[in-house]
Nanobody, 126 residues
Framework: QVQLVESGGGLVQAGGSLKLSCAASGRTFSLYFLYTMAWFRQAPGKEREFVAAISGDGRAIYDVDSVKGRFTISRDNAKKTVSLQMNSLIPEDTAVYYC????????????????WGQGTQVTVSS
């Protein structure tokens, strides 16, 4: 069975940093480098929104308006993981962050991903 598991969330003061990680497992991800990986987030009372995505060969895209250059997505194909380094956090970043995966080389900001993790909570206090 396929599984995406996020980790690294928690409570942090505004201006601080967190690094989220997502580990992929299962037969589906035997060729992990063929999958585009992404991070989405959902704040209370709001719809889930795109944060960042990265293709198997390292091409990355971001929601520039919301992230403002503060976040960096990366992946380790050998370990079958994707990470999101979040710096200069602000209270507006508070949300449940979800890891997602889709087959193919093209990152997309749309929620057209085949697999989703359960999410990890990030809370930023003022």
């Amino acid at each position: 069975q396929v599984q995406l598991v996020e980790s690294g969330g928690g409570l942090v003061q505004a201006g601080g940093s967190l690094k989220l990680s997502c580990a992929a497992s299962g037969r589906t991800f035997s060729l992990y480098f063929l999958y585009t990986m992404a991070w989405f987030r959902q704040a209370p009372g709001k719809e889930r929104e795109f944060v960042a995505a990265i293709s198997g060969d390292g091409r990355a895209i971001y929601d520039v308006d919301s992230v403002k250059g503060r976040f960096t997505i990366s992946r380790d194909n050998a370990k079958k993981t994707v990470s999101l380094q979040m710096n200069s956090l602000i209270p507006e970043d508070t949300a449940v962050y979800y890891c997602a995966a889709r087959s193919g080389p093209m990152p997309t900001t749309k929620q057209e991903y085949n697999y989703w993790g359960q999410g990890t909570q990030v809370t930023v206090s003022s």
